[in-house]
């Protein structure tokens, strides 16, 4: 009888102590928030490594600064990137006779050259470390971690960015941000 007493204070002490947990619990600050009901503000995720996105040039945010050097991919443990570079633009009729009076007089010619920039640029969020590489070894500062907190998706091709596609919609939406340089602790 004596026993089963000590055990149901032991019980009763055990819940005290669970309760007296939740209660310090309930009656602290919230830390979290509801998401989606509410979200987090945006001046305290400036630090945050989300998935990797390309920036813009400060006078055209819609166009990467990047070179289409390909040394993030080539540098990427996880074969996540992929970039193609443009094409040299076909040269007009009209470019071409001038071209080839210009060769028969002898001068240099100078054909038409590929933009610097990508015609592609796609990334697999799904198979990143987040490791950074990239984003080191890009030598135009081209690459940053974004703040993207809210990523949910429901099949892992949710996770495959056509980062040329995000830039743009990120000039259109919000042009002062596509074009800020990576921020604290690349
Ligand atoms: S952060 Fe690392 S794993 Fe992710 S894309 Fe860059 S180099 Fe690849
Ligand atoms: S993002 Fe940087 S490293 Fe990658 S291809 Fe462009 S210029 Fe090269």
């Known amino acids: 009888m004596i026993r089963e007493f000590g055990k149901a204070l032991q019980g009763l002490w055990s819940l005290a102590i669970g309760l007296g947990v939740t209660f310090r619990a309930f009656v602290r600050p919230q830390v979290t928030v509801h998401y989606p009901r509410a979200t987090v503000d945006d001046a305290n995720l400036r630090t945050y490594h989300g998935h990797v996105e390309l920036i813009g040039k400060d006078d055209a945010p819609e166009v990467p600064r990047c070179i289409s050097c390909g040394m993030c991919a080539m540098n990427c443990p996880s074969a996540c990137l992929a970039v193609v570079k443009q094409k040299a633009p076909k040269p007009t009729p009209e470019q071409t006779k001038a071209m080839e009076e210009a060769e028969a007089r002898g001068e240099k010619v100078k054909k038409p050259t590929a933009p610097k920039d990508p015609a592609r640029f796609t990334y697999d969020f799904s198979l990143c470390s987040l490791c950074g590489t990239c984003v080191e070894s890009c030598p135009v500062d081209s690459l940053r971690f974004s703040t993207e907190l809210y990523q949910a998706g429901f099949d892992r091709n949710d996770f495959h960015f ?4 995000r830039l743009r919609g990120q000039a259109e939406s919000r042009p002062g ?8 602790g690349q």
């Open 177 to 184: 941000e596509a074009s800020t340089p990576a921020q604290g």
């Open 162 to 165: 056509d980062l040329l596609a």
